[in-house]
């Protein structure tokens, strides 16, 4: 069944990061994908976190700084990452920000991100 999806559901978030869900748990009900755009002021950063998902994101804008057990990757505008469920990650944004689409396999949420407090 085809459904159009008229605009996302902004969700909150601390640290001033923006996430507009376009497709996932909160706006369309799926729990099988999440598809969201993500705009991170400069200087942003988040706890890291041990997703359950797989996550593929594309940088639109700005460059995403990405901690993991092998280093530090800086994806830059143009580029995309892939990160694996279960690998520890800590994202954050260079110092002009970023905005980004992030899929994830299955689905986005809080209780499966596994966020280190």
Not at 36 to 48: L, Q, S, T, Y
């Amino acid at each position: 069944m085809v459904r159009r999806i008229d605009e996302p559901t902004r969700i909150p978030v601390p640290g001033g990061k923006v996430i507009d869900e376009y497709v996932g748990r909160v706006n369309s009900g799926d729990d099988r994908i999440s598809i969201a755009r993500m705009v991170a002021p400069p200087g942003w950063e988040e706890p890291a976190q041990t997703p359950e998902f797989a996550e593929y994101t594309l940088v639109l804008s700005g460059s995403v700084v990405v901690e993991h057990a092998g280093g530090t990757t800086v994806v830059e505008a143009g580029q995309a990452f892939v990160s694996e469920p279960g690998e520890k990650i800590r994202y954050s944004s260079g110092q002009s920000g970023a905005e980004y689409v992030a899929v994830c396999l299955p689905a986005f949420s809080p209780e499966t991100a596994n966020r280190d407090e």
